[in-house]
């Protein structure tokens, strides 16, 4: 065990490996993500990298596959999560635009950038965007609605908060929140219960004003 952990430390780890190649690719793109300026970001040695990976191409299809567990595993499960209403459903899923732990914004905007650049890449977005369509559809169904107006309101709403990341549209919180009841009546037909909207601000920390 002592010489796993001296070998970890002076060869890095391939979790260590992995983040630096995330933070180079929302900092540069994919064309900085290369193996000797990962190595000089790490303070390794460049020959440490293959105990961890193959090759560079090994190491991006990690990359991917850390965006499609994160970002696309986190909406089809707070999708899926329990709610009483579909004004709630929706404001579960609207956890994943406010909680960086569940929807990494940059980190997808750094991947959809990079499938301008690769086939391969376009091709692992749109699969995303087919699953994650899929889910919200899914939660429309399970309230009752016919299958063409789930698709419909499943499209409303991702395609919105993709919108945003693609701008790059900036809002502070109180604009946001202020915004969310507005969009949850839009995109659900429901107006959410104030209990509802309770609930969503105090588990992102918000306190609307003249409430305490």
Not at 86 to 95: G, I, K, T, Y
Not at 149 to 176: F, H, K, N, P, S
Not at 184 to 190: F, K, P
């Amino acid at each position: 065990m002592e010489q796993v952990l001296n070998d970890s430390g002076w060869r890095g780890s391939q979790e260590g490996w992995l983040e630096a190649a995330y933070e180079s690719l929302l900092e540069g793109g994919v064309d900085s993500v290369k193996i000797l300026p990962l190595a000089k970001r790490l303070s390794l040695s460049r020959t440490s990298f293959y105990w961890f990976f193959k090759d560079r191409e090994e190491l991006l299809a990690a990359l991917i596959g850390r965006w499609r567990d994160k970002n696309t595993g986190n909406i089809v499960k707070q999708s899926e999560a329990y709610a009483e209403s579909l004004a709630e459903a929706m404001l579960n899923v609207f956890d994943c635009w406010l909680n960086k732990d569940l929807f990494d914004s940059k980190f997808e905007f750094a991947v959809r950038s990079w499938a301008l650049q690769s086939e391969d890449i376009l091709s692992e977005v749109q699969r995303a965007d087919q699953v994650r369509l899929e889910a919200l559809k899914r939660m429309f169904i399970r309230f009752g609605h016919s299958d063409i107006t789930a698709d419909v309101r499943a499209r409303t709403t991702y395609l919105v908060q993709i919108g945003y990341i693609t701008m790059q549209t900036q809002e502070d919180i109180a604009t946001r929140m202020k915004r969310i009841p507005e969009y949850i009546a839009i995109y659900t037909g429901q107006v959410p219960e104030q209990r509802e909207l309770d609930r969503f601000f105090s588990r992102h920390g918000y306190k609307p004003e003249g409430r305490g």
